[in-house]
């Protein structure tokens, strides 16, 4: 019974679509993989707002957008990016206020939002915590080959899918190794 147990728990939480995000005012990215079996692919896109909107009209094509989103791929878990202090603090608060919205796009949806910092993302993905952005965009394509990427924000929510997709994995292996002690 206790076997069971444990691999209907796993089953359970072998996630399929992950939604990968890249918050900010000016561009969001976003880009949807599934990850059962092998990692797969299947759009990205970035979200674009006008500078010279005000800054609540912004925040709500950004939430908009991602709902629509959300509910055209129908996502099962959400991965972020963790905010980082800019030098210039009014871009730190505005950038709070994009991932602010993002989160609360994922809540609504009612899916678990995992958060990464932004050097263990580049880390699982290029193998260096400080990469650059052709360094990401190189090491995605390569990962995931049919990637179709326009700019470094939707790589940046790509990598950060594909990093959550390898936290999972590793989650999995480790419940894998506790059942066969079993």
Known sequence: LALFIHLHLLVKHLVVKIIGLDPGINKTGWAIISNKGSIKFLSSGTISTDSKQDIGKRLHIIFDQLQKIISLYSPEEGAIEKIFINKNPKSSL???????????????????????????IKKSITGNGHADKNQVIFMVKQIVKNADIKCHHAADALATAICHSYS???QHCKSKEQIETL
């Open 94 to 120: 505005t950038l709070g206020y994009a991932r602010g919205v993002a989160i609360l796009a994922l809540k609504m949806a009612e899916m678990p939002i995992n958060e990464y910092d932004a050097n263990y």
């Open 168 to 170: 999972i994995s590793v």
